[in-house]
């Protein structure tokens, strides 16, 4: 595969220091490299003058499967072909049902195998160390960002194993660019590697490690948790805090504890939703006539396709079109089955019943980013009513929903085109350059804890 990456320089490569000379080493790495050296022999660098990024990096099941031999890719908590693959293997290998999902019965042997390896083949023949797994993947993490902005970055690497402390890593990279080789835009990286506990132990010196005067974000790559010592001290310091629900393991209860973290101050923004920016804003484009607008109320059937796996964009969908219509909800409802149908009823200002629901559709080709919208409908019982519309992707397109019809055709449709910046970092790079409270979305998110504790399960 020919990677798009820019080419990076690097001025330091991961170097293991103490703790307390993480300030100094970086510190050195510039002195060293002369910068506004006379000779002009040197390109002129950036140091980090924008922001501090503080990456918590959760993922025990990938470091697992890497620790065991299973697995040699990124450890960046996406659930890719790569990793369901090794967790194949990994329940063939222990006559586990083969899900390719990380069940905690697979954990258990993959904890065990680590457990027997640990002080005694700690990097194994097939296994991989904390160092060569975060040396590969540090400068992958913000090319997004530093391509525009010279900035710090504090990786925090929860591992398995005994406690024996944190291991700190320093390193810088500039990618160059072409249209300006002659200056660098460099990232600093601070890593911090230890257990879960062992982190939550030198939390206090974090702090001490963001620049002081700019812009301090926190990218929480797993559910935030309330009451996590870890990530309550970090948010407490930080401008933003982001999350990917894409990548949430029980979404509806992780949107609650969003919605708690919403209630207690803390600045939120989820990439996840700003993937779904194109579908809102075609939404909103499809009642913009004036003939139309005045039939936006008239909608009260809704029906949201989504890759089955995750409904948090559909959830956050309809907990948006409801706070913009101000529709109230009355009942959820789960069914089980093939297509994971999810029923909402709401009540319109109007007291008229709206009704929605939301399908978790088995695909083929599953993509990258787990309960991508396919196709949504609104229509309306009033056959008097020019509101119905019809979006779909590109991939998915809307033949199930003109099979499936309804009391309304629907007059309008358009089409989602495929986006390539879906990915987490390239959102991450456009989120770093607002913070504080995204209104629209913690509105929405307002609403969706509201029906989703009406559930009746």
Known sequence: MVSQAPTIYSLQTPKDISLSDVEAELSQIWQSYGIGDANGALPAATRATTFTLVVYEPEETQYLLSASGYYNGPIDGILGPQMEAALREVQRTHKLPETGTATPETLAKLREEVAKRHGTDATGENGSNASYTLEARSPRIADEIALRNPCRIIALCPIAGEDEGVKA?????????????????CCEYITLTGTTAALERIGGMIPALLIGGL?????????????????????????????????????????????ELVETGVPLADLNW????????????????????????????????????NPAQALMFLGWLASRLEWSPVSYEKESGDYQITKISFLAQD?????????????????EIMGDLIALRL?????????????????????RMETQGGAQSSGLFQQVTSLSEQKAEVLLSQQVQRWGHEALFEESLAVIAKFLKLDNK
């Not at 890593?169 to 835009?185: D, E, G, N, R």
């Not at 301090?216 to 999350?243: Q, S």
């Not at 194109?278 to 890759?307: C, F, G, H, K, M």
Request: contains cysteine; negative net charge.
């Open 351 to 367: 007291q008229r019943q709206v009704q929605a629901e939301l399908a978790g559709v088995p695909v083929a080709d599953m993509g």
């Open 379 to 399: 229509s309306s019982t009033n056959p008097q009513a020019d509101c119905g519309t019809v979006i779909c992707s590109e991939t998915g397109g809307c033949m």
């Open 274 to 309: 700003r993937r779904l920016s194109a579908w809102q804003e075609l939404t909103a484009e499809a009642y913009d006539p004036p003939l139309r607008r005045a039939s936006l109320r008239e909608i009260d059937r809704v029906t949201i396709d989504y890759e089955k796996g």
């Open 215 to 259: 812009p301090k974000f926190l990218w929480w790559k797993a559910t935030p948790d309330p009451n996590n010592p870890l990530f309550k001290r970090l948010a407490a310091v930080c401008n933003n805090v982001i999350v990917d629900s894409c990548e949430f393991n029980e979404p509806e209860s992780d949107l609650l504890s969003l919605q």
């Open 169 to 185: 890593q320093v390193s810088a990279y500039c990618p160059i660019q072409k249209q300006s080789s002659s200056t660098l835009i």
